[in-house]
């Protein structure tokens, strides 16, 4: 399994960015998927995550401006990210929770959000 993330950039505070996530390989659509970031000097921390059956967890940090979904046809799942603060510069990480198995992950995309 491969994940390849996309969306990235540099945004104004107040702005608004999409991440996706797509899997290649063999995945099943009862696996979470999620999003993590880490910030220079800071842990990695969980951002959002989707069960297969659907429910979804957010940092408290990112709750009622971000949602994530999941298209499990296209084997992929996305972070919509609005009102974007400065403090939400990082490089975010895509997962997939395979249960008794490896995670795996994705190689990144840099968010930046100017003040």
């Known amino acids: 399994v491969q994940l390849q993330a996309s969306g990235g950039g540099l945004v104004q505070a107040g702005g608004s960015l999409t991440l996706s996530c797509t899997a290649s390989g063999n995945i099943r659509s009862t696996e979470t998927m999620g999003w993590f970031r880490q910030a220079p000097g800071k842990q990695r921390e969980l951002v959002a995550r989707?069960?297969?059956?659907?429910?979804?967890n957010y940092a408290e940090s990112v709750k009622g401006r971000f949602t994530i979904s999941r298209d499990n046809a296209k084997k992929t799942v996305y972070l919509q990210m609005n009102s974007l603060k400065p403090e939400d510069t990082a490089v975010y990480y895509c997962?997939?929770?395979?249960?008794?198995?490896?995670?795996?992950w994705g190689q990144g995309t840099q968010v930046t959000v100017s003040s």
């Open positions: 989707v069960t297969g059956g659907g429910t979804t």
């Open positions: 997962y997939l929770d395979r249960p008794f198995s490896k995670d795996y």
